[in-house]
């Protein structure tokens, strides 16, 4: 049966990893510095990640939402530890879609509301609600475009006013830094205000986190460069390094209801031991430190380099934007450097998304490729 031919492939077929290295089916070693889309925050086969994976397997793979999971309270408070974010709940799902999809749901069974306030450029994910919030009209099929959405340019902050005090918004959903758009991000005042405005209009403001999460842009979320407390965090990615996991964290003024969300596969056993696994390690290895160390070594070498029109993006989530399109930059990287990079919408723009434990002499041996590859 041939495969729904939707993805454009590389001609690479890695078949193990290792930190921040994969390796293809002739043992080439290449440097991850797209981490997989973004996901993988701990490094490729992290021993922690290994054993605690195994030995849950080796035990209970999964059971259902219908009995206790101590696990998933495991989670939950070191999830609470990390990220400062005392006063909210859990829930758990498996991906970023499901995660904006429950974020919008909860928004609207909250408010009574239906319809959403979504950016140009953003990107939410592929289910329904979330595409029809995803600005991008090639991948809205009929089905989704039912769906009840103003999309607005960020930073609009007299567009975002206008449309919440016609008192039909459930939910303003942002990405503080925009993944697949191209690393843009709106002003610290407009974030703070559109808080204020989604306060005072009864809209609940979901922070789309599924990227920008766990650690990458250097504080745990990257809501948290700014003063605002969304209403729910939506999450996956990174959380579980691989494992498919997400989910989302919801402010305590959202009542919780028997039934009101639920799913087979989230939050179960094996997931919730990559989560952990996840957590513990970010903690023990102190990688939101590297990420700020890292990133500002990053930045500094850029700086150098003048055929960078611009850097964007904050921690380990960054872009490189030049004057031309990047697809055959990237292709050089890979196939002559062994070097995975990250493209974008805006096609100007290289997207660096490593492991979050990528060391400095990683990030020399980019600089050099990247300098030879640019002065062909
Ligand atoms: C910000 C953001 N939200 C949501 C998603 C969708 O996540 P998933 O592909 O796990 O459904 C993505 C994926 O790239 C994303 O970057």
Redesign the pocket.
């Known amino acids: 049966m041939p495969l729904f031919d939707v993805y454009p492939l590389y001609n690479v077929t890695p078949v193990s990893g290792k930190g921040i290295h994969v390796y293809d089916d002739k043992d080439t070693q290449y440097l991850d510095l797209y981490g997989g ?2 996901v993988m925050s701990i490094g490729h086969a992290h021993p922690n990640y290994v054993k605690a994976i195994t030995s849950q397997v080796n035990a209970l793979g999964f059971y259902s939402n219908a009995v206790q999971n101590p696990l998933q309270v495991q989670l939950a408070n070191k999830l609470e530890a990390l990220s400062g974010c005392k006063d909210y709940e859990l829930f758990l799902c498996s ?6 999809e429950n974020a919008l749901k909860l928004a609207s069974f909250k408010t009574n509301k239906k319809r959403v306030v979504a950016f140009s450029n ?6 329904s609600a ?1 595409v029809a919030a995803t600005d991008n009209k090639n991948i809205i099929a009929p089905i989704n475009a039912q769906q009840a959405v103003t999309i607005l340019p960020l930073n609009d902050v007299q567009g975002v006013k206008t449309e919440l005090e016609k008192g039909d918004v459930c939910a303003v959903i942002v ?1 503080f830094i ?3 758009g191209g690393l843009d991000q709106a002003t610290a005042s407009f974030f703070e205000q559109v808080n204020v405005l989604c306060k005072v209009n009864n809209t609940m403001f979901i922070a ?5 999460g766990y650690g990458r842009s250097g504080k745990f979320f990257a809501f948290q460069h700014y003063n605002v407390t969304p209403d729910v965090i ?1 999450i ?2 990174g959380m579980g390094n691989g494992f ?1 996991i ?1 989910g989302v964290l919801i402010h305590p003024s959202i009542e919780s209801k028997y039934g009101m969300l639920g799913t087979t596969f989230g939050g179960n056993h094996l997931a919730c031991a990559a989560g952990l696994a996840v957590l513990n390690t970010i903690e023990e290895e102190d990688l939101m430190t590297n990420v700020n160390n890292i990133s500002n070594y990053f930045i500094s070498v850029v700086k150098t380099l003048p055929q960078i029109k611009q850097i964007k993006g904050r921690g380990l989530m960054l872009g490189l934007e030049f004057d031309f399109e990047v697809g055959d930059l990237r292709k050089d990287l890979i196939y002559n450097h062994h070097i995975f990079t990250g493209g974008a919408m805006n096609k100007k723009v290289l997207r660096i998304l490593p492991p979050l434990n990528i060391e400095k002499q990683h990030i020399d041996q980019f600089f050099e490729a990247l300098k030879i590859a640019l002065n062909k």
């Not at 991906?95 to 904006?100: I, L, T, V």
């Not at 789309?208 to 920008?212: A, C, K, P």
């Open positions: 889309h973004a991906s970023g879609a499901e995660a904006n953003g990107f939410h994910g592929r289910t979330a990405e925009q993944g697949v789309d986190e599924v990227q920008s939506s996956a990615k498919p997400g």
